[in-house]
């Protein structure tokens, strides 16, 4: 399928681009955006995913992230998905942490979301073809990020494929989807009412299921409005103190759930990935 | 006057602050971001203006200006105001290079323009006074930096107020707003047709009448859609020649109009204007 580029804008010697293309997965346009920092020509570079949270699309982190200076230096790709289907065709729930921009990065089972809610498959499968066949990315270094539900994203799709990505970070993510109103929500709805089918979408679960991280960075906000209730950290330090990982998990300091939380550790998680990435 | 806070949210161990006050020369209210960085309580710390273009207000460059990260290393205060008087009783002209949004930092002396359009006043005798009545700025060490209709803005109030500011830079500034359509439309109706009061606010036309600059920094990108028609950059280099003036202009290959570039140089700028600052 061939890619729409919709901008391109130079940054920091690379180009910026915001791309769409006909999605085999969603049954939808989807719109991403992808930094290809400044490179000899001929090269692969690696990559970094990052997910974003709830009322997102690939604009916000390409906007307020703050990633194309760091992405430049280490000459990394730089990929920021929507959270979900669009479309007048695609069923929503008129709210904030339901439906469009929440996609939850899972493949619904029910209706009338199964159709098109298929981010999961959008993210693990389809994403990393179609940016191979168009951009210098070499898929044999890859690794993935997010904020928030993103943060959630990552930490499953790490967890779930361990050899594929070389390292794994997010910024306040929901780390126990099962256990807090936002996941309870969206997986119920998007999954149905049996719980077992939860524990691949949850990171907490899937690590008392076995799965583990070598090497795995969390950044949490103390002033962070949902820490409480909806991200609890603390249960992913226990999950992975029990399984002995040993995370680094930083409770920062007077930080909020915004971007200006995200953008003032942008840097250090680039190059941190950087270094697992051999870039 | 007081302060109203609308946000606060620390960013690189400091704060972003968008505020809002009733002005004395707009006669409306006024919104505009402050940057505190990190220091040490009781000192003063220098500060930088930064004037944004055309459509603007305070967010574009709080949102992706990327300065926060260099205003936490060097130490400055970032302001950022808006561009033009806001409210239901500010005659607008339902154009984007004119009235709300393109206030071109003139006190107008038109009908109907002349009651609130005082961006000029505003920007250099009312908000340094609100901003250090509630800031820890010492504004003996003041810099300005702009970009488009801002970097006009910065160009000229430096031009006219050599002894305040130790530097102005600007990003693909107006430089010459008497010679091209942008600038004679906005001069015309805010200042009226005789363009002998339209010099005091044309960069070119102030070096013209004697005005000079000592540290004067310009990016400009090659790739800018503008540059031809709106911008004129070497009709800012040969007035500064022909003055004995010896500013960095610096001809970005492949740079647009957009934040994407000015957030590429921002950091540059910071730390030039830091070094002329003390800071």
């Keep these: 399928m061939p890619l729409d580029y919709l901008s391109q804008n130079r940054a920091y010697e690379g180009e910026q681009f915001v791309c769409s293309h006909q999605s085999r997965e969603t049954g939808t346009e989807m719109t991403f955006s992808v930094y290809v920092p400044p490179h000899m020509p ?15 699309t690939h604009e916000n982190v390409t906007e307020k992230g703050e990633y194309r200076r760091a992405c430049a230096e280490h000459g990394i790709v730089f990929v920021a998905p929507d959270t979900s289907p669009r479309g007048e065709d695609v069923p929503d729930a008129d709210e904030y942490d339901f439906g469009k921009g929440a996609g939850f990065y899972v493949d619904a089972t029910q209706e009338p979301w199964a159709k098109h809610y298929r981010m999961r498959s959008y ?54 989807p099962s256990q807090v109103p936002w996941g309870e929500k969206a997986l119920g709805r998007y999954l149905g009412e ?12 899937l690590i008392e299921d076995g799965a583990r991280l070598d090497h795995l960075l969390v950044d949490q906000g103390t002033a962070d409005n949902f820490l409480e209730e909806q991200l609890k950290t603390g249960t992913l ?42 870039a």
Aim: with cysteine; glycine share 8%.
């Design 42 to 56: 001929g090269i692969k570079l690696p990559v970094l995913w990052y997910l974003a949270g709830l009322t997102c």
């Design 123 to 176: 993210i693990e499968q389809e994403l990393p073809e179609v940016i191979a066949a168009e951009f210098p990315v070499d898929l044999e270094r890859q690794s993935i990020t997010g904020h928030s539900m993103g943060g959630h994203g990552a930490l499953t799709i790490g967890l779930r494929n361990p050899d594929r990505f070389r390292s794994v970070s997010a910024f306040s993510p929901i780390v126990a």
């Design 194 to 205: 049996d719980r077992a089918a939860w524990r691949e979408y949850d990171a907490v679960a």
């Design 237 to 278: 330090s226990m999950a992975c103190a029990k399984a002995g990982m040993s995370p680094e998990i930083r409770m920062q300091q007077g930080y909020d759930h915004s971007y200006y939380f995200i953008s003032t550790f942008m840097a250090e998680h680039v190059a941190w990935h950087a270094e697992r990435l051999g």
